[in-house]
C-alpha cells in the first residue's frame, strides 16, 4: 500500500444501533487511525484504544482492529473493520459478548 488513506480523524455520522444524539453525548463521535497502525475513537459513553491492521480486501483499502477501552467505566473490549468509500469510511464495530454496530464516518478536513 502507498499513502494510507485511513490516517487521521473521522467525524462518526452514522450508527446502525445508536442515534446522532447518543453518538455525540459526551464528544463529537469520532474514529481516528495513526501512522503507528493504533487508532482511538470514541462515541456515546465508549471510548476505545485500537490495534490496527491496514490492507487491501477485494481491490479495497481496508483496516480491522482490535480495541480495548470502557464503555460507562466499565471495562470493554472487542474488534472491527473498515473500508473508505470515496470519502466515506464505512466499517462495523463488535463489542466483545454484546452489542455490534455498523458505522459511517466522513474525514474531517483541516
Same mark, same amino acid.
Given at each position: 500500500m502507498d499513502e494510507n488513506k485511513f490516517?487521521?480523524?473521522w467525524r462518526i455520522n452514522e450508527m446502525e444501533m445508536w442515534d446522532?444524539?447518543?453518538?455525540d453525548a459526551e464528544v463529537p463521535g469520532y474514529i481516528q487511525f495513526a501512522d503507528d497502525e493504533?487508532?482511538?475513537f470514541q462515541f456515546g459513553y465508549? #471510548?476505545?484504544?485500537?490495534?490496527?491492521?491496514?490492507?487491501?480486501?477485494?481491490?479495497?483499502?481496508?483496516v480491522e482492529f482490535s480495541w480495548e477501552g470502557n464503555d460507562e467505566m466499565d471495562l470493554a473490549s472487542g474488534r472491527g473493520?473498515?473500508?473508505?468509500?470515496?470519502?466515506?469510511?464505512?466499517? #462495523?464495530?463488535?463489542f466483545h459478548e454484546g452489542d455490534d454496530s455498523d458505522f459511517k464516518a466522513i474525514r474531517k478536513q483541516n
Open positions: 490516517y487521521g480523524y446522532q444524539d447518543f453518538i493504533m487508532g482511538e465508549v #471510548h476505545g484504544f485500537m490495534d490496527c491492521r491496514f490492507s487491501m480486501k477485494n481491490e479495497k483499502d481496508f473493520f473498515a473500508t473508505i468509500d470515496g470519502d466515506v469510511l464505512n466499517g #462495523h464495530l463488535f
